[in-house]
Every structure is written in structure tokens, then in C-alpha cells.
């Protein structure tokens, strides 16, 4: 149905055949390695400039509008395009089908790992995953800090939230509220200072077959909004609130449904923002699993398709697998790895669904921009303290703490520095510097398929 705000609701035909979408939204669903720049690059060469189905500046209009909210941006992005093309009914496809291979992949790999992980070859694998995994993060500083910090101010804003998580110990949450209102602030004192850059240069692009006012629309209206706040929050919540009144609340999957939850709502710039914070609370607090076993889990998620931020599924299985309770552990480490995914990405359907009339009102919020701009200018140094995270667990044989006042620390013994684990780092260094040159035969593979 498409509403007009004058005459009501009036009954329309899909801009693109449901059934054309849905092939279309597979296979870009089996390329969605790389993280979201090569996520939404694969999005932008089917949809923009292969099938023409949107125009270039509608696309980015969506992106930018996605960088606005918590959780991965390229799956966001899916499902507001898939919203465009064919309403509510496309988003919930477009939305699922992006995931999808992602989720049935780390669970299996979730499964090999417990079941095989202590045998020689597995341990071999993931010796040489782990070092790659550090320079794997330390280029995503480097390309989202390209990105993002365009002046000096927010070059002190990205070593403010550094200094912060990797000295002070503040919690993560904090580091992302307190960029949001510093950013807020200095745009009421200086806004030139922390404009956002946008895409507008790349707002040029081939001819759209199909006109902007032929996309989708709905205007926005209290009933609308209550619907979908009001079913999207029962299906957010109901499994953690089964889980909590089988299980009780203390049991692994009631804690793993509300820790993720909350999670969801912050992962603000991107897998790497939260995985730091995942990571401790997981490893020190939960000890749901090892600091070695999260490196792995982040290894996995590296070379599925789908998100990083898949990566949860991983630790909520281990965190289930060990921790079964009354449950088969085998049992309680799929129903963990499914509930978690669940309360990860139903928000990103919730966010969009509800927010995607309000677009043009949230874009000209210069304010609104400005929070966003301190945030995405932090999270590269949230990054890089993810960075320096796995950087000691998996160069390092061992590390130490240090608590001096606010200074909470950790830094390695340099004497248990693993040679052979650095030299890996540094060859997968110059290998992730790399563009892939296999990338035109895996889509013509992948288009034969489908």
C-alpha cells in the first residue's frame, strides 16, 4: 500500500517484482564480505548502477540517514531500500536475506569450533586468523579515521575516547554519550567544526529507471508510528522474556538477551565501536569465554558474509555452551546464538521501519548532524583501543595490569612477545593493504548460481 497524506490510503503495485527483488537481494547477500564500506559498495554496484532501480542521491539519501542510527549501517541501508522498492514487506526481506548466510554460517562454524577446536589443524588456523585479525582493525582505523576526522578537533576527540577506554577504564556508553554532547556542544560555539561530510560527493550518479516519487512512501502519523513501536518492541522483547521465565534470571540466556539488547542500542560507527566493550564484559565479567576465543570469534565473523557485528552469535554460543544450566550444552549454545542475533538485529528492522518518514526532518537537523560527527569521530578511537585489545591477548603471551587512581590499564610483558605470531600480523598487514583482484569472477560465479 502506498498512503497519500490528501487522499488516503490508495492500493499500489511493487516498484520491482517481489520476486526480481528477492533474487537480487540473494546474491548480494553471498557478497557481503569486507565490512560495510564493501558492503554497501556491492549494494551500490547492483542496485545503482547495474539494475538502476534507485538513483544515486536517493541511495545516499538512505545512508546518510542510516549513519544516524545504532547497529550495522549497510544491513540498515538494505532495509530501507528494500522499504523503497517494496514497502514494508521488502525491508523485512531485503533486511532478513542480508543476514541470513551470515547466521547459518557462524553458527556451523560456531559448532565446528567447539567440537574441533583443540585439534592440531584447528589450532594451526586460528594461530595464523588471530595476528591477521589485529591488522584486519588496525586498517579499519585507518580507513574510518580517513573518514571522519577532518580537522584537529576531532583528531582530539577520537584520542579523548582512546584515552578514556584503553587508561581510564570508562565504560563504553559513556564514551559514545559524551562525544554526542560534545559534539552537540561545539556546534552551538563553532559549527564549522564539526560539519559532517556527507556523500554529497558522490551525489552524481547514472539515471534511475525508476523516478524518485515512484518509490514507496508513507507519511508519517501517531497510528503508524504506535503500530510499529508496539509490535516491534513484543517481538524485540518476548524472547528474553521467555528465556528469563523458563530459565529464571539468572540464567545464561536471560543474561545474554538483555547484554545484547543493550548492546544494540549502542553499536554506534560499526562493529569494531562495540566489540571492545562486548569483549570485556563477555570475557571479565560473564566469562562467558577466553580473550584468545574472542580473537577467533572476530577471525570467523571476518570471513562470513553478513555484518561484523555477527560476531555475537559467537560468543553468546560459547557463552551457552558453557554455561548450559539444565540444558543439553549443545542445545543451550544454539538457542543462545539464535536469541542473540534475534535481540541484535530486530532493532535495525524497528529503527528503520519507524524512523524512515521522518528522514527529511532528521537530515536538516544541523544539530542532530553535529552529534553524529563527534560520535563517528570517537569511534575511531574506540576502534583503536579494540585494536590495541586483541593486539595484546594474541602478540603477547602474557600482560599485566595497572591500577594507579582513575588509571586502569593493561599493558604486555614485552619478554612474552610470540615472534612467530608478529611475523603473521606483519605479512597479513600487507595483504589487507590490498585490493582484491578476484572480486569480478566471484560475481559472475555467483550470478550463474542464482
Avoid at 556451523?108 to 592440531?120: C, E, P
Avoid at 589450532?123 to 584486519?136: D, E, K, R, S
Avoid at 497510528?223 to 513501536?229: D, E, Q, S
Avoid at 580473537?295 to 554455561?323: K, R, S
Wanted: hydrophobic share 55%; glycine share 12%; aromatic share 8%.
Amino acid at each position: 500500500m502506498r498512503a497519500d497524506a490528501e487522499d488516503g490510503p490508495v492500493a499500489v503495485r511493487d516498484v520491482v517484482p517481489l520476486r526480481q527483488a528477492v533474487r537480487a537481494w540473494a546474491l548480494i547477500s553471498l557478497q557481503t564480505f569486507g565490512g560495510p564500506a564493501g558492503q554497501i559498495a556491492v549494494m551500490q554496484r547492483h542496485l545503482v548502477d547495474e539494475k538502476r532501480w534507485i538513483g544515486q542521491r536517493r541511495f545516499l539519501h538512505a545512508l546518510n540517514y542510516c549513519m544516524l542510527l545504532p547497529g550495522p549501517e549497510a544491513q540498515q541501508l538494505a532495509i530501507y531500500v528494500g522499504w523503497l522498492l517494496n514497502g514494508t514487506a521488502g525491508g523485512l526481506l531485503a533486511g532478513t536475506l542480508f543476514v541470513l548466510p551470515g547466521v547459518l554460517a557462524l553458527l556451523a562454524l560456531s559448532m565446528v569450533y567447539v567440537g574441533f577446536g583443540t585439534t592440531t589443524v584447528v589450532t594451526a588456523v586460528f594461530a595464523g586468523l588471530g595476528p591477521a585479525v589485529v591488522m584486519i582493525v588496525a586498517q579499519a582505523v585507518w580507513r574510518v579515521g580517513r573518514r571522519a576526522l577532518h580537522n584537529r578537533v576531532l583528531v582530539g576527540f577520537a584520542a579523548a575516547a582512546f584515552a578514556a577506554l584503553a587508561v581510564f577504564g570508562v565504560p563504553f556508553p559513556i564514551v559514545i554519550v559524551a562525544a554526542a554532547v560534545a559534539g552537540w556542544a561545539l556546534h552551538r560555539v563553532r559549527p564549522g567544526l564539526v560539519a559532517a561530510s556527507g556523500h554529497a560527493e558522490r551525489a552524481d550518479g547514472p539515471s534511475p529507471l525508476i523516478p524518485d516519487d515512484a518509490l514507496h512512501q508513507a507519511p508519517p502519523s501517531g497510528r503508524r508510528t504506535a503500530i510499529i513501536l508496539g509490535v516491534g518492541l513484543v517481538l524485540w522483547s518476548a524472547p528474553p522474556a521467555a528465556a528469563a521465565a523458563l530459565g529464571g534470571p539468572g540464567s545464561v540466556l536471560t543474561q545474554q538477551g538483555v547484554f545484547f539488547s543493550g548492546t544494540a542500542v549502542v553499536t554506534f560507527g560499526g562493529a569494531y565501536a562495540v566489540l571492545a566493550y562486548v569483549a570485556q564484559r563477555a570475557v571479565e565479567h560473564y566469562a562467558w569465554l577466553s580473550s584468545g576465543d574472542m580473537v577467533h570469534g572476530l577471525a570467523l565473523a571476518e570471513t562470513t558474509p553478513g555484518p561484523l557485528i555477527m560476531v555475537v552469535q559467537f560468543v553468546a554460543f560459547l557463552g551457552a555452551y558453557h554455561h548450559p544450566g539444565g540444558l543439553n550444552p549443545w542445545l543451550a549454545g544454539v538457542l543462545g546464538s539464535l536469541l542473540t542475533t534475534w535481540v541484535t538485529f530486530v532493532p535495525c528492522f524497528l529503527f528503520v521501519l519507524l524512523g524512515a518518514p521522518y528522514v527529511e526532518r532528521l537530515r536538516g537537523n544541523h544539530a542532530l548532524s553535529a552529534a553524529l560527527t563527534g560520535i563517528t569521530a570517537a569511534v575511531v578511537g574506540v576502534i583503536a583501543n579494540l585494536g590495541l585489545y586483541f593486539a595484546l591477548h594474541t602478540l603477547f603471551a602474557a600482560n599485566r595490569a595497572i591500577t594507579a587512581g582513575p588509571v586502569h590499564a593493561v599493558v604486555p610483558e614485552l619478554g612474552s612477545l610470540r615472534p612467530a605470531a608478529l611475523a603473521v600480523a606483519l605479512v597479513a598487514g600487507l595483504l589487507v593493504s590490498r585490493p582484491c583482484r578476484r572480486s569480478r569472477r566471484l560475481r559472475g560465479f555467483l550470478k550463474s548460481c542464482l
